[in-house]
């Protein structure tokens, strides 16, 4: 069963700085990987999706990259500012096709 | 198209009483998921849909949990009876699933309060 954990918890940065939110997955045979945001009383909204076969995505200042082998894939943003302030959740998926989710990240970008 | 739909969006009942949340997932979807996501747990996959069969029901916490989705615009997800234990943010979420996978759409959650 695939298993997915997120670190750090928490991060709060001043804005402008870059940052990496870290996700690392158990079964190495991963369909997908995708990176979700919540922000407080809503949904999860998908940000990026990487298919096995794929390295890395890129949506404007987020980049997300997929190492299949290490069982690892980061979301990195870049000139971090208040609006990007909420909880950063991975999902993987595996022969199931079901997405596992990690307990995410809460961020915080204070001005 | 609208997204994924979730009634209520917000639910306060009282301990013993039958709740049910209703989900309409996006046009054209063959996936469907119940997700419930707590302090304490993080978000647990309840029970997963595809074409309308149930495919995974392993995380339905007990029997008083059912789901059902009678065709591919509908489905519905009831607690009887409820528990103070059972509140949480409940998340209905669609996809057009196939071997690559593909993007999961969230609603934006039912809300339970069982006092």
């Known amino acids: 069963k695939q298993e997915v954990t997120q670190i750090p918890a928490a991060l709060s940065v001043p804005e402008g700085e870059n940052l990496v939110l870290n996700c690392s997955f158990t079964d190495s045979a991963i369909y997908n990987l995708q990176w979700f945001r919540q922000d407080p009383g809503k949904g999860l909204t998908s940000l990026l999706l990487i298919q096995s076969s794929q390295r890395e995505q890129t949506s404007g200042r987020l980049n997300a990259s997929l190492d299949k082998s290490s069982g690892r894939s980061t979301l990195y943003i870049a000139a971090s500012q208040p609006g990007d302030s909420a909880t950063y959740l991975c999902?993987?998926?595996?022969?199931?096709?079901?997405?596992?989710f990690g307990r995410g990240t809460s961020l915080i970008v204070h001005p | 198209d609208a997204g994924v739909i979730q009634s209520p969006r917000h639910e306060v009942t009282e301990m013993g009483q039958e709740v049910t949340l209703r989900c309409k997932p996006i046009s054209g979807h063959n996936s469907l998921f119940w997700y419930r996501q707590t302090m304490m747990r993080g978000l647990e996959l309840l029970i997963y849909?595809?074409?309308?069969?149930?495919?995974?029901d392993s995380g339905m916490p007990e029997d008083r949990f059912s789901a059902k989705m009678p065709n591919a615009s509908f489905s519905t997800l009831k607690i009887q009876p409820s528990e103070p234990r059972d509140s949480a943010v409940y998340f209905c979420?669609?996809?057009?699933?196939?071997?690559?996978?593909?993007?999961?759409?969230f609603g934006e959650g039912s809300w339970l309060t069982v006092v």
């Open positions: 849909f595809n074409n309308n069969v149930p495919i995974d």
């Open positions: 979420a669609s996809s057009q699933m196939d071997r690559s996978g593909n993007t999961i759409y």
């Open positions: 999902a993987g998926s595996g022969g199931s096709y079901i997405p596992t």
